[in-house]
């Protein structure tokens, strides 16, 4: 298949794995932003490939880890009611709220569909007058331009019956957060593709120059990851710490205008709580207020609920790259996909659920 | 029978986790199994459900039968590729076959729901009767029930085999061997991307069509040929990846596949792609694995490519050591690295991005 086979491909990316072996002099840690470059390492083996003196930490950009636990519970207490019809992304579906779940809701009756875009919400909204029509808006600037356009279309045609649970985050303040924090081991970052594409590498740049951080646009398949890398490690041994664009064939410098500029109009910059890590301000979106009357919050007045984590869970130090999964003591005992404890377990993009997906007997021995 | 208060204790897992059904508990993966293990081989106690295939084998008067139900309730009733009715010949027909059986009859029971158009029906019969023909089995008795508008979904049926068994051989997990061959019938993964493409509207620049497809005649060269087919397994829901650790916990080996050597057709790649399934989880009628001595790997593929429904077979791993109890399947990924092929908790849900 092309553009998927030539990046697929095992001699390219053992070539790339030697290139780094050579240029590298010390040890580094880097750390891949995306859950969807987490899984495509753990699941090629790409980490497996890079000399000892290289560790990859894994990063924030799970949505669905990072959406915090009272957000799936008003999810839940929304899709419960029988006036309401609750659309959501798959994988949303089974992320385990404080008692219960998506899925657990559909079995005893409610309404809850899988829909493969926000806008399918819309037409059932547009086709169900009678229904409450609410669409589980989660992820981060990837999937926050369709999102937009739901709301756009929605309001355009005059839809009442429509509403948004957003729990939207952003990458950039996740990445300061991370680089501000006292025992920051990330020393060099592989930003997230799809991101990318959406927003652009401008705003990449203000932060690679504060915290002196190589900052490079990679991809998901292996040879783009080890390619990422590959500049990563160059620059980190040259001491450059700049913004390369590894992922040209999808990100173009300035992103996708049009798509920014319809978030700007729907959305405005809020300060977001995060899975595992904590309120980071400037880091999430919200409705603005021309739009308020879309938010599902409000409408079934579930904004005050808020719940207690296990305090067994390290997620928010895996998340920030300080641990990794195996590191746990609950890792594949009382925490499994099954039982999760916490942000990186409940998703299959969340480091966590990665190792135990792919690497359990190892990170077991 | 166990007494009510012990069948209770005997299946704490699927009652204390879920206390409803959901759909992931039939979608083929570790809930599915769960429920299986824990609450009906717990409640059924002795019923064969220990053997973990496909069919069960029987002894009768002296001779060994065969016998496997399914239900099918699929939605669409009518895809690329087939529909409902031939689905349910072939996946018993399948069932019997992967025992080494020969299947002969099949009984059909249909829940039909009120308001479901005769024409809709007709189709379906005309369909049993031509994959029936093509499968060599007779449908020979069955049963009609119609439930209320909104009770059922048009129409679900199920169909129960029976099958004759010419050798007195195994053909189970049980008898898998370090170093056999693990066969693979073809490209995996056309039939749940067309049920998926089809009920979500979701459209490509070719229509995919379900594999679904009888597998008996081409088991039954298998047997001719007088190949030592030690266990095999059709692909159903769950996928390659259900099928082969359920063998690796059953057989007690390590499993090792290489995932260049699986055959996935272009297609359906690109559209898991864009979904964000993996096809090794994605539905198969029509595929099944074979495990044959290493010896005898390219006889029994060059049995199996003679006939159309197996002319992809290929040779996509082999059966390890022993595990002592850690029953594991491994697979080196497309850049050679190796890694762990688990199977998966419930139904795999398209992701967010």
């Known amino acids: ?365 | 029978m166990p007494p009510v208060s012990d069948f209770t204790l005997a299946c704490p897992i699927p009652i204390s986790d879920y206390p409803h059904v959901l759909l992931a508990h039939g979608s083929g993966g570790r809930l599915m199994h769960d429920l299986i293990a824990r609450m009906f081989a717990a409640g059924f106690d002795g019923l064969g459900l220990d053997a973990a295939h496909d069919a069960a084998v029987v002894p009768v008067d002296g001779t060994r039968l065969a016998v496997t139900t399914d239900s099918f309730v699929v939605h669409p009733l009518q895809f690329p590729g087939g529909d409902i009715g031939s689905l349910a010949v072939y996946g018993t027909v399948n069932d019997l076959a992967m025992s080494g059986a020969q299947p002969r009859y099949l009984s059909v029971g249909f829940i039909l729901e009120e308001g479901l158009p005769m024409e809709t029906l007709w189709q379906i019969v005309c369909s049993m009767r031509d994959a029936a023909e093509r499968a060599g089995v007779h449908i020979v008795t069955g049963d009609t029930k119609v439930v209320d508008k909104g009770s059922g979904d048009g129409c679900f049926i199920n169909t129960t085999g029976l099958g004759t068994l010419a050798a007195d051989r195994t053909i189970a997990p049980g008898a898998i061997q370090p170093g056999d061959a693990i066969l693979v019938s073809g490209d995996l993964g056309r039939h749940g991307i067309a049920i998926m493409a089809t009920r979500e509207g979701l459209t490509f620049e070719s229509a995919i069509e379900s594999d679904a497809a009888p597998l008996h005649a081409v088991v039954r060269d298998l047997l001719d040929d007088g190949l030592d087919v030690r266990c095999l397994r059709d692909l159903t829901r769950g996928g390659l990846s259900s099928a082969l650790n359920e063998i690796a916990e059953a057989s007690g080996y390590e499993l090792q596949v290489d995932e260049r050597q699986i055959p996935v057709r272009e297609d359906v790649r690109g559209a898991c792609e864009m979904l964000g399934l993996d096809p090794l989880y994605v539905a198969n009628e029509g595929r099944f694995v074979a495990f044959v001595p290493a010896a005898q790997a390219e006889r029994a593929l060059a049995v199996m490519q003679a006939h159309p429904v197996a002319e992809g077979a290929r040779q996509i791993g082999t059966v390890g050591d022993d595990t002592e109890g850690d029953a594991v399947v491994t697979l080196t990924s497309s850049i050679g690295v190796e890694r762990i092929l688990d199977m998966l908790s419930g139904a795999q849900l398209p992701r967010i991005c």
């Open chain 1, 1 to 365: 298949m092309k553009y998927i086979d030539e990046y697929r491909d095992g001699a390219a990316a053992r070539r790339l794995a030697d290139q780094i072996a050579r240029i590298t002099t010390r040890p580094w840690t880097l750390m891949e932003i995306c859950g969807g470059q987490t899984h495509s390492i753990v699941r090629f083996g790409i980490d497996q490939l890079l000399p000892d003196a290289i560790t990859l930490v894994h990063g924030p950009g799970c949505p669905v880890c990072v959406t915090p636990l009272e957000m799936i519970d008003r999810a839940i207490a929304i899709a419960g009611r029988p006036d309401v019809t609750f659309c959501s992304f798959g994988d949303m579906l089974r992320v385990p709220g404080s008692h219960d779940d998506l899925l657990s809701v559909k079995a005893q009756g409610g309404d809850v569909r899988i829909v493969y875009s926000p806008l399918d919400a819309v037409q059932i909204a547009a086709k169900n007058p009678e229904r409450e029509v609410v669409f589980f808006a989660v992820g981060f600037e990837t999937t926050a331009p369709a999102n937009a356009m739901a709301v756009y279309q929605a309001h355009q045609r005059g839809l009442t019956n429509f509403s948004m649970l957003i729990s939207h985050v952003l990458v950039p303040p996740a990445m300061e957060a991370i680089l501000a924090a006292p025992g920051n081991r990330v020393q060099g970052f592989l930003a997230a593709g799809h991101v990318c594409a959406v927003m652009g590498v401008a705003e990449y740049e203000p932060l690679a120059e504060k915290y002196d951080v190589p900052i490079v646009v990679t991809g998901f398949e292996p040879v783009d990851l080890l390619g990422g890398v590959y500049l990563c490690v160059k620059q980190l041994e040259e001491g450059r710490a700049e913004v390369e664009n590894a992922y040209q064939r999808a990100v173009p410098s300035a992103g996708n205008v049009p798509a920014q500029d319809l978030m700007r109009e729907v959305f405005q910059v809020i300060p977001r709580k995060w899975r595992g890590i904590g309120q980071i301000p400037h880091s999430g979106l919200g409705l603005a207020p021309a739009y308020a009357a879309y938010d599902a919050e409000q409408r079934f007045g579930v904004d005050a609920l808020h719940v207690e984590e296990s305090p067994e869970c390290i997620s928010g130090l895996v998340l920030q790259g300080r641990k990794k999964p195996p590191d746990c003591p609950a890792f594949a005992t009382r925490c499994t996909p099954e039982h999760p404890l916490g942000a990186t377990m409940v998703s299959s993009e969340g480091a966590c659920a990665a190792y135990y997906r792919y690497r359990k007997r190892a990170a077991l021995a």
